[in-house]
Nanobody
């Protein structure tokens, strides 16, 4: 069992930056690939970024490439999402999740989310 707690959300003006954190409990954190997702009001949840268990491989949805960076510190059981050049369309609740070790692309454990609001 893994518990995830996101933090770092808030209100920021367009063009600004935020750094989200996702703190995980459990000694097996370093064995999980991790993902960040977001859900805007009235929309489906969408994938944002993914990082391998070692941090050596990352990938992003096209709309955030070059602006967002996912990273992790396994010693601190934490994964981060650095968000720069934020746009109003980035407004959403952001969630972190652990990827299943058995089924690629399936995410098993989720945090409660943190709100990001970007004003124009």
């Amino acid at each position: 069992q893994v518990q995830l707690v996101e933090s770092g959300g808030g209100l920021v003006q367009a063009g600004g930056s935020l750094r989200l954190s996702c703190a995980a409990s459990g000694r097996t954190f370093s064995s999980y690939a991790m993902g960040w997702f977001r859900q805007a009001p009235g929309k489906e949840r969408e994938f944002v970024a993914h990082i391998s268990w070692s941090g050596g491989n990352t990938y992003y949805r096209d709309s955030v490439k070059g602006r967002f960076t996912i990273s992790r510190d396994n010693a601190k059981n934490t994964v981060y999402l650095q968000m720069n050049s934020l746009k109003p369309e980035d407004t959403a609740v952001y969630y972190c999740a652990t990827e299943s070790a058995v089924v690629a692309g399936r995410y098993d454990y989720w945090g409660q989310g943190t709100q990001v609001t970007v004003s124009s």
